[in-house]
């Protein structure tokens, strides 16, 4: 199993939420930012602790990513940590064959995406540098699973409400895991080991409280059959939807039982 920092312009975010899709289904760990992020915004350290947290960084490289000044500033960070650690870390995906690589990865071996009818050979290829990975066996049957989806789709409704909502206020960033949240994670993993990985992936703080995948289970569950739960406003006040719902789209994705047809 692989963590991966997915780096991609706006413009590309069908293949990249495609490309996430395949790897999760496959057993990896997929870092991907869907918010719109301007520069000068103080989301860098965000970045930055994201392209940290994981073994590789994964850049679709199309013609809008190269004038991407965001996916620039992610390869300059991924590019520092390669030569530091002396390690692979960038895996360049080419989805444009009119853009040359940029920079320092020109003279690495890429992933062909340029043709869409080839796409399972290219993800064979990468998959194939990420290396094994031993997906749990998932109790999750497909009604589960459908039923996760409906609580998804009722997040990403409440997130957008309150995107919109909270586009005057300053966001709060958390830059670093508390200690609490860590202690949190550790326990959690010990009693669920299958989804540990998501936890050391996507869990987070909301106020003082740590939200890890059972904790987020639950309040949804509760949410259900209440209507509500206190989580809903810890995320509204920290402006932390979008945390919750990579943390719930994460599962889904992991323990989907359906076959992904590669």
Not at 1 to 15: A, G, P, R, W, Y
Not at 127 to 155: C, F, H, M, Q, Y
Not at 171 to 199: D, S, V
């Amino acid at each position: 199993m692989s963590s991966i920092f997915l780096s991609h312009s706006h413009q590309d975010k069908e293949f990249a939420r495609r490309l996430t899709k395949d790897l999760r289904k496959k057993g990896h760990i997929v870092w991907i930012d869907e918010a719109e992020i301007k520069i000068g915004e103080s989301l860098i350290e965000k970045i930055r602790d994201g392209i940290d947290s994981v073994e590789y960084v994964a850049a679709i490289i199309s013609k809008s990513a190269v004038e991407s000044e965001w996916v620039k500033k992610e390869l300059d960070l991924a590019s520092n940590r390669e030569i530091e650690t002396k390690q692979l870390v960038v895996l360049p995906i080419l989805l444009d064959s009119s853009v040359s690589l940029p920079g320092f990865l020109k003279g690495k071996k890429y992933a062909d995406f340029t043709d869409s009818g080839k796409y399972s050979t290219a993800l064979r290829a990468l998959l194939g540098t990420l290396g094994p990975t031993n997906l749990p066996k998932s109790a999750v049957n497909k009604d589960d699973i459908e039923e996760l989806r409906r609580e998804l789709e009722k997040v990403k409704a409440q997130r957008d409400f309150h995107r919109r909502d909270s586009e005057r206020k300053e966001r709060l960033i958390t830059k670093r895991r508390g200690p609490k949240l860590q202690r949190e994670i550790k326990k959690e993993n010990r009693e669920f080991p299958e989804y540990a990985a998501i936890n050391n992936a996507y869990a987070f703080e909301a106020g003082s409280n740590p939200i890890t995948l059972q904790y987020a289970l639950h309040a949804l569950q509760k949410a259900s059959m209440t209507g509500s739960h206190v989580l809903d406003l810890l995320l509204t006040l920290e402006n932390k939807w979008q945390e919750m719902e990579n943390l719930i789209e994460a599962y889904v994705d992991y323990v989907e039982v359906e076959d992904s047809g590669l």
